[in-house]
């Protein structure tokens, strides 16, 4: 058995895109518009190649409303090389880091669509540092 991916849906998908492209870094492995279910289904991985696990981004065209529920939805979770710089990556891209790593391994981060994102330091901690040491949560994760 192999883990294949984790599917959320997504009601603005350019705002999803940047979050998770941009902000997390990853890149699209496939994307596949259904006209007729007027629904897309776009797959993002580490690497673009497919070997990785993928998130699933389900955006049904014509839904407008926020989806219920992201809270309970739990979080997805990624191992990065530089919890802080990771972090910095999303704070310049427009995000608000809701847990930051003050322990120098975890943070949280949430989506537009309001999916917990969990950060967590390949290897060991990193020293603490500032500003993260000091920074407060902010929201929900």
């Given at each position: ?21 941009e902000g997390l870094g ?31 981004l389900t955006h049904n ?34 995000y608000t880091i809701s ?43």
């Amino acid at each position: 058995m192999r883990y294949l991916h984790t599917m959320i849906r997504v009601r603005d998908l350019p705002a999803a895109l940047h979050f998770f492209c941009e902000g997390l870094g990853l890149t699209k492995v496939r994307q596949r518009d259904h006209e007729q279910g007027r629904f897309s289904l776009i797959f993002l991985g580490e690497h673009g190649d497919g070997d990785s696990p993928q998130i699933e981004l389900t955006h049904n065209w014509d839904h407008t409303e926020a989806y219920p529920g992201g809270r309970n939805f739990g979080h997805v979770a990624y191992e990065v090389e530089n919890v802080y710089a990771a972090c910095q990556r999303l704070i310049d891209a427009g995000y608000t880091i809701s847990r930051p790593p003050r322990d120098g391994r975890m943070a949280f981060v949430r989506s537009p669509d309001l999916i917990s994102v969990e950060l967590l330091q390949r290897g060991d901690a990193l020293a603490p540092a500032e500003p993260w040491t000091s920074m407060p949560n902010v929201g929900e994760w």
